[in-house]
């Protein structure tokens, strides 16, 4: 099952999920500012993306972290944060299997997704 992962009010995730729509996929939706997200899943994304793609550091959240928080990252303590403060993770994550795309491409999404 595809699933997307991202907060709702999130143009990008709209987008998204639009698309999707359009294209008669089905997928479930995670909000991971409401539900939450696992250290677990976030180590899975890791193996696939690098966590840099996955830390979104143009949000506010971000910009709000103390210095302490947002120097000497390591891939440790950046999933720590996003376990944390989940708007900090880029959305929209989609996920199908073992595929795992950060934020959203028409294209990207036509190719990886049939």
């Known amino acids: 099952m595809l699933k997307v992962f991202g907060i709702p009010n999130c143009d990008t995730v709209k987008k998204t999920q639009k698309w999707l729509t359009n294209k008669k996929t089905k997928f479930e939706f995670h909000d991971y500012k409401k539900q939450g997200i696992t250290k677990n899943q976030l180590n899975d994304w890791c193996k696939v993306v690098d966590w840099e793609a996955l830390l979104n550091k143009r949000s506010r959240t971000w910009k709000e972290l103390s210095e302490k928080d947002r120097s000497n990252l390591t891939r440790t303590k950046a999933i720590h944060l996003m376990q944390q403060y989940p708007t900090l993770i880029k959305r929209p994550v989609v996920q199908k299997g073992k595929i795992v ?9 036509a190719q990886k997704l049939k």
Do not use: E, Q
């Not at 795309?101 to 999404?109: C, P, R």
């Open 101 to 109: 795309l950060v934020g959203f491409d028409d294209k990207i999404f």
